[in-house]
């Protein structure tokens, strides 16, 4: 995002295009860590709440790098919520039910936006034409940077929350070894983003899923049509 304003200049869509990154961090992380923190609640962990994650407030979440990064690369994280398995009734399908519930808010994000660019594509002509189309910029772009975050925190490597469903899967020893080195995992994941060897595969995916969330955004509109 800054590379592109640099190198092509101020438009409305960069401008667009950076409001929405900033509506993101400020608005869909939280969101994304609060349905971590609601999930665990419901499952009876009460460890997001004492911690003070069980809100939607930006500050309890951001976190100052994974925020410069959906700026530099269009992916992100804020800081992870702290959840007790022993507190699960089964520690195993609480830890992936909560872990699944971000990038779960973040799909449901992002089909409510793109409903509301497609809204604003009916509003394409007269006096309400320029900001109906500064709006459809905006709702895409922080749809296409939800279904991003979500296809991302679904990869199946600690400490991303698809390790954490993956857990259902791997046997108890490999995975509590494969945690112990989760910190240097995710350094070298982040690495392979910054460099640009995992952009194809993740927008291959990001755009595959943003097929099927503008096939469903579309649907409340065919009538109109």
Do not use: W
């Amino acid at each position: 995002m800054i590379f592109d304003l640099l190198r092509n200049g101020f438009s409305i869509d960069v401008l667009m295009n950076l409001m929405a990154r900033v509506f993101v961090v400020f608005c869909t992380l939280p969101i994304h860590e609060y349905a971590h923190a609601l999930v665990a609640t419901k499952l009876g962990d009460d460890t997001p709440r004492l911690k003070g994650r069980l809100t939607i407030a930006p500050l309890a979440h951001i976190d100052i790098m994974g925020a410069v990064m959906i700026f530099l690369v269009g992916f992100g994280y804020a800081k992870p919520v702290p959840v007790n398995p022993r507190k699960f009734k089964n520690p195993k399908a609480g830890m992936a039910l909560t872990a699944l519930a971000g990038p779960l808010a973040n799909l449901i994000m992002a089909l409510f936006f793109m409903i509301l660019a497609n809204g604003c594509s009916f509003l394409m002509s007269g006096s309400a034409a320029l900001v109906a189309q500064v709006s459809m910029v905006f709702f895409s772009v922080a749809a296409q940077i939800n279904v991003s975050l979500a296809v991302f925190n679904l990869i199946p490597i600690p400490p991303l929350d698809g390790s954490r469903i993956a857990n259902l899967l791997i046997p108890q020893k490999y995975y509590f070894k494969i945690m112990q080195y989760e910190r240097y995992i995710i350094l070298g994941v982040f690495a392979l983003i910054i460099f640009g060897i995992l952009d194809k595969p993740l927008s291959f995916i990001s755009g595959i899923v943003m097929i099927g969330i503008n096939f469903l955004a579309r649907l409340p509109f065919l009538p109109f049509m």
